[in-house]
């Protein structure tokens, strides 16, 4: 099945900023408050709530309610997209190495035998 495009573009720019994938980093461990997001970095609970915004613009995060707090999820599949889509270069390279590999073994033969 094809990936939507644009789905894959919102996906490659949330992760190209640093801040961003830590804080997915973060998520992995479970459910948290922006606060709680907040906490490691060297800058404000807005700054946070602007990259949160992205990440959940590309779906990677959402967010919910848990009593007064507004807490933060991380969303798996348009990762599993993503490495999807990056698993068909990692294919197509693999098959041009196994056959260089070949190429090369070939070579070494015919060297060999002279």
Known sequence: MPIATQQLNDTFA???DPTRRAILGRLMDGDASVAELTRPFAMS??????????????GLVSRH???Q??????EATP??????????YREH?????????A???????TTDDE
Do not use: F
């Open 14 to 16: 949330a992760l190209a």
């Open 45 to 58: 609970q807005p700054a946070i709530s602007k990259h949160l915004s992205t990440l959940e613009r590309a």
């Open 65 to 67: 309610r848990d009593a």
């Open 69 to 74: 707090r507004r807490m933060c999820r991380l």
């Open 79 to 88: 990762m599993a997209e993503a490495v999807a889509w990056l698993e068909g």
């Open 93 to 101: 390279w693999e098959t041009n190495y196994r056959r260089l590999d």
């Open 103 to 109: 190429l090369l073994e070939q070579m070494q033969t």
